[in-house]
């Protein structure tokens, strides 16, 4: 079984790092659980799928992980997301309010996550997200940054 970590990285069975890979079935399961709670959760605590994906496309974009941003386009054409959604994934900001105090987030800690600060939560806060939205957003940003430096470090092995 491939995961969205094999299929961003481009390793299929019979790859001796595909093997490699499930030498640890737990780190594989683990993290397919992780990027389903972070983007289809059972209670999505005002942060539908759609944005979800948004804003995870926009982060694989700002890593420059072509394939994960890809992948989040594709996923993004099938959820239908248009109009904000779609220039948000982008990497537009958004006027002011709740899109833009993410987007802006979701910048700051992928380009530079050691300048994030309490100020950035009082943005998020201001911005009217509530507290488990907040923790919400932060879940997904630490996901897809994962994601992101594990495909690179698997592609970096492949090559």
Excluded: W
Excluded at 22 to 36: K, M, S, V, Y
Excluded at 111 to 140: C, G, K, W, Y
């Amino acid at each position: 079984m491939t995961d969205a970590i094999d299929e961003a990285t481009g390793l299929v069975p019979g790859d001796a790092l595909f093997a490699l890979r499930r030498q640890r079935p737990d780190f594989i399961t683990g993290a397919e659980l992780c990027r389903h709670a972070v983007l289809t959760p059972a209670d999505d605590q005002g942060l539908a799928p759609p944005l979800r994906l948004a804003l995870a496309r926009r982060m694989a974009a700002l890593n420059a992980d072509g394939p994960l941003t890809a992948a989040y386009d594709a996923a993004l054409d099938t959820a239908g997301a248009r109009d904000d959604l779609t220039r948000l994934a982008a990497g537009e900001i958004p006027l002011p309010g709740p899109l833009r105090a993410m987007a802006l987030h979701c910048d700051r800690v992928t380009r530079n996550n050691r300048s994030a600060s309490e100020a950035d939560i009082a943005a998020l806060v201001a911005a009217s997200l509530s507290t488990p939205q907040i923790i919400a957003l932060s879940e997904l940003i630490a996901f897809v940054n994962y994601q992101c430096r594990v495909t690179a470090g698997l592609r970096l092995l492949k090559g």
